[in-house]
């Protein structure tokens, strides 16, 4: 951990993940792992995390700012943002990517170039949409498909990774963008 901001590296370490790709991109069911290390003190990640909640509630702090996620709910969370965990429903579950802003930012500029963004990359910053459900599903399978490939050695594993992070990253910009 480097001042008070984990790295996907740490994250992968510290939380046991074994779903990670070279610690570039890193996927989480979230009620696989102990998340109460993040209700005891703030954090910063120094990665994009991506979170869609199946069931439930949680409330978080986040950047100073009370918010309440609940199912249907996708999150996107550019590095260095302050979250805080304040509680979650017993029945929560959702699913979360971690991708490095390396991938994160090759993705866009490969593919949308000069396009406006409703968000900076070097800004804390959240964006919260909610989805239909028919969206929900759509993200949710290429979440879990991501899943899948990263613990799936193959000669094509990284260009598989690198088309299912860009499907998450532009079905969640098709939402923003309209």
């Known amino acids: 951990m480097t001042e008070g901001i984990l790295t996907l590296g740490d994250l992968v370490e510290q939380f046991d993940i074994f779903r990670h790709y070279d610690k570039l991109i890193a996927y989480v069911g979230m009620e696989d792992v102990n998340t109460e290390p993040f209700t005891k003190e703030p954090v910063r990640f120094d990665c994009f995390m991506v979170v869609l909640v199946n069931r439930g509630e949680m409330r978080l702090f986040i950047t100073y700012e009370e918010r309440r996620v609940i199912a249907g709910d996708l999150l996107l969370l550019t590095p260095r943002t302050l979250i805080f965990l304040i509680a979650k429903s017993d029945d ?87």
């Open 92 to 178: 929560f579950s959702g699913v979360c990517i971690f991708l490095d802003p390396m991938v994160f930012s090759h993705s866009i500029l490969s593919r949308i170039g000069q396009r406006p963004m409703p968000f900076t990359v070097n800004q804390s910053q959240l964006l919260l949409i909610s989805l239909d459900k028919q969206n929900h599903e759509a993200l949710l399978h290429t979440m879990l498909a991501l899943s899948r490939h990263i613990v799936l050695p193959g000669a094509h594993q990284e260009k598989i990774l690198s088309s299912l992070a860009d499907a998450i990253i532009f079905q969640m910009l098709d939402r923003l963008l309209g």
